[in-house]
């Protein structure tokens, strides 16, 4: 089945500092993905999508490619604030009828001022 | 246009009592997703029901659990004799139909069972 893998956490960054997420997929047809954040407390929010391969997704400074031929959706920020600390979800969805998701399992974002 | 909406934020159940999770989705969505997200853990697929269908429910515990989205009013899930380890948030999402989209998910409710 499909599935998600990203690298596990925490990731600590002092502000200013450059971010990489890793995501990897596996899917059996071609799949949207798609980063959602989660602040303490709160639900998810997406964060950036792209919907085929070689689309950037990209906002609020942080972007992801669509790499079909690594099977990879990297998150990355040039430079992180103390705002961004939350959980980051990569996730995909195959477009059957409907737009089941599935996450990966998390990481967790510490930045440090 | 509202979000999707879940209500209550939060509900604490005894052991043995049951949990009603209420989700009304975006206006002009007719697809809904219920989640559930363990401490630490990220989320994991439940149900999908369409209004008056369960279209997957191959995340859903075979006991306890069900779900329903009925034509008129919210999608509910329920837990029947809830026990320590339902205690999680659970969320819902919701979808239009068509194609090229994504689901867009509510606040979610935290389930604590004590």
């Known amino acids: 089945g499909d599935s998600v893998t990203q690298m596990e956490g925490p990731v600590t960054l002092s502000e200013e500092a450059f971010l990489t997420i890793n995501c990897t997929y596996t899917?059996?047809?071609?799949?949207?993905l798609f980063w959602y954040v989660q602040y303490p407390g709160e639900g998810l929010q997406l964060l950036l999508k792209?919907?085929?391969?070689?689309d950037k997704g990209s906002n609020k400074g942080f972007e992801a490619t669509y790499r079909k031929e690594t099977t990879s959706f990297h998150l990355e920020k040039g430079s992180v604030q103390v705002s961004d600390s939350a959980v980051y979800f990569c996730?995909?969805?195959?477009?059957?009828?409907?737009?089941?998701?599935?996450f990966g399992a998390g990481t967790r974002l510490f930045v440090k001022a | 246009n509202a979000g999707v909406m879940q209500n209550p934020r939060h509900l604490v159940r005894r052991r043995g009592q049951e949990a009603r999770l209420r989700c009304s989705p975006m206006?002009?969505?007719?697809?809904v997703y219920w989640y559930r997200q363990l401490p630490e853990e990220g989320l994991k697929f439940m149900v999908y029901?369409?209004?008056?269908?369960?279209?997957?429910e191959s995340g859903m515990p075979k006991e306890r659990f069900s779900a329903e989205f009925p034509k008129e009013g919210p999608s509910i899930l329920r837990i029947q004799q809830v026990v320590r380890g339902d205690s999680a948030a659970y969320f819902c999402?919701?979808?239009?139909?068509?194609?090229?989209?994504?689901?867009?998910f509510g606040q979610g409710t935290r389930l604590t069972v004590v």
């Open positions: 999402a919701s979808s239009p139909t068509g194609t090229n989209t994504e689901a867009f």
């Open positions: 899917a059996t047809g071609y799949p949207s």
């Open positions: 792209a919907t085929k391969a070689d």
């Open positions: 996730a995909l969805s195959e477009n059957t009828g409907g737009f089941k998701t599935i």
């Open positions: 206006k002009g969505h007719s697809h």
């Open positions: 029901l369409q209004k008056e269908n369960i279209i997957d």
